[in-house]
Nanobody, 116 residues
Framework: QVQFVESGGGLVQPGGSLRLSCAPSGSRLSIYTMGWYRHFPEKQSELVAVITDRGMTNYADSVKGRFTISRDNANNTVYLQMNSLKLEDTADYYC??????????WGKGTQVTVSS
């Protein structure tokens, strides 16, 4: 069974940067979209960014201009470069992968803490 594993989370000061990665362990997939969601304590999850197989992207308004999503199609890997991090970016970040046949995968999450 394919699993996606996130990495790159951690503790960073406001204004700092982190780069999240999400890679599969398993067979090659036919992926349509790859994205990142984040979950805040006692709040709903929100879509952070998503990228299609052709490189079209969409971002939450709160991260536009600060975060960049990219993907390596050859390795089914998605990245999230996070710059100018703010206290309110503190959350658990999850990657989401959707294949062309509609099969959906979620990673187990990586914690990002922005604190001085």
């Amino acid at each position: 069974q394919v699993q996606f594993v996130e990495s790159g989370g951690g503790l960073v000061q406001p204004g700092g940067s982190l780069r999240l990665s999400c890679a599969p362990s398993g067979s090659r997939l036919s992926i349509y979209t790859m994205g990142w969601y984040r979950h805040f304590p006692e709040k709903q999850s929100e879509l952070v960014a998503v990228i299609t197989d052709r490189g079209m992207t969409n971002y939450a308004d709160s991260v536009k201009g600060r975060f960049t999503i990219s993907r390596d199609n050859a390795n089914n890997t998605v990245y999230l470069q996070m710059n100018s991090l703010k206290l309110e970016d503190t959350a658990d970040y999850y990657c989401n992968v959707v294949e062309w046949d509609g099969t959906e995968y979620w990673g187990k999450g990586t914690q990002v803490t922005v604190s001085s």
